[in-house]
């Protein structure tokens, strides 16, 4: 790194965007340390434990700074599995998934229905899908709220999961288990779980391996930032262990994009740190969702009986997602080509619905629109 009077050199023409005195030159123009900004590690950490009070008192890693959450992913694909080995997910997935474990790594990928019959999550589904594996070892991704359908596990069904797969790991059968956390937070019903998978399995059982994979991203609104984060526990694993598998994943940061982001992990750094409007902007935020999931759901009661589409439970993130009748494709297009409305086809059964990015005042008419469309592309 260049540097002059000890700071690294720069472009005034950048500097001067920036409040004068906000930050020193090394902030935002040196080399992030390879597994992130220390002081910004120890604060996401004590953040995540203040939101998962069961983590209080747990031995867990520092959580290690990547570059985006599907970083993260990518980088516990190449360092946890390979071809051969299976990869857990549910049938209503982040397409991601598979494009980071089975094209990078080939690993093969198992899906199980992520409702039951009722609606719930599908507790045995899963533990079926994992009983059918033959050499009794697994990693298990799961996401929630989840992407697409903007569903959470409600407190029992989280429970739930977590003692059948610490029944399972009692029973011999070896586990990792990855707790995908990117819309951790945007909970909008009293019976929902509120606490990650994570914090429920970080010293279940000793063939229990769990990972929280999560990011500012979404967290914190900094889309563009590209700041996740990822962190380790287990009931078998020491410290020593623990730093092992901090060095193994620093190797793979190294090798792939050497370091993470300087300047985004400094000014969210300042804001978690000195930020006046910190949690107010963030809770705001959340109110702010949470109006529009109640007018979302309102208005789809009005159209309640109609076959075309059936929306899927949810009650979470930013997310809904509809079983359709017809091709989800087709009418992906239709909606695109017509109207100028943006969603995404999932296998050609499955519509998503981002309101997150719709004002309150417009949701109305665009579930009218998507019915609407449904009943243009399919008729």
């Keep these: 790194m260049a540097t002059s009077k000890g700071q690294p050199m720069y472009l005034t023409d950048i500097y001067n965007q920036f409040a004068p005195n906000a930050f020193k030159p090394s902030e935002l123009f040196a080399y992030a340390p390879g597994g992130g900004d220390q002081q910004l590690r120890t604060k996401w950490k004590e953040q995540m434990v203040r939101k998962n009070p069961s983590l209080e ?11 985006g959450l599907t970083h993260g992913l990518s980088m516990l694909a190449q360092l946890f599995a390979q071809e051969g080995d299976t990869l857990v997910i549910p049938d209503l997935a982040w397409d991601n998934y598979e494009l980071i474990f089975a094209h990078q790594v080939n690993a093969s990928i198992a899906t199980f229905r992520l409702y039951t019959d009722e609606g719930g999550f599908n507790v045995a589904g899963l533990e079926e899908t994992l009983r059918s594996i033959p050499d009794r070892k697994a990693r298990i991704l ?15 069904e989280m429970a739930s999961i977590a003692s059948t797969l610490t029944k399972l790991a009692e029973e011999g059968m070896q586990l990792m288990v990855i707790s995908d956390d990117a819309y951790y937070g945007l909970f909008f019903e009293e019976e929902t779980a509120s606490e990650s998978l994570f914090a429920h399995l970080c010293d279940a059982h000793e063939n229990i391996f769990a990972v929280k994979c999560d990011a500012a991203t979404k967290e914190d609104m900094v889309w563009g930032f590209r700041i996740g984060f990822i962190t380790y526990a287990g009931k078998s694993l020491s410290k020593a262990h623990l730093e092992a598998l901090d060095k193994k994943t620093l190797g793979i940061i190294r090798s792939t994009v050497s370091n993470c982001d300087k300047p985004g992990q400094s000014l969210l750094l300042k804001a978690m740190t000195n930020g006046a409007r910190y949690e107010a902007d963030k809770e705001a935020a959340t109110v702010e969702m949470e109006k529009r999931y109640r007018i ?17 439970p949810f009650n979470s993130g930013y997310f809904m997602a509809f079983k359709t009748k017809g091709s989800a494709e087709a009418l992906r297009r239709h909606l695109l080509d017509a109207y100028q409305v943006g969603c995404i086809n999932i296998a050609d059964v499955t519509l998503r619905l981002a309101y997150c990015s719709v004002e309150c005042d417009k949701i109305a008419e665009l579930v009218d629109l998507v019915y609407q469309a449904a009943g243009e592309a399919w008729n």
């Excluded at 008192?57 to 570059?67: D, E, Q």
């Design 57 to 67: 008192g747990k031995l867990l890693s520092n959580p290690i700074v990547t570059s």
């Design 142 to 156: 799961l996401n929630f709220p989840n992407n697409p359908t903007g569903y959470t596990p409600t407190k029992v």
């Design 296 to 312: 979302l759901k309102e208005a789809l009661k009005k159209h309640e009986g109609n076959d075309l589409l059936l929306p899927h």
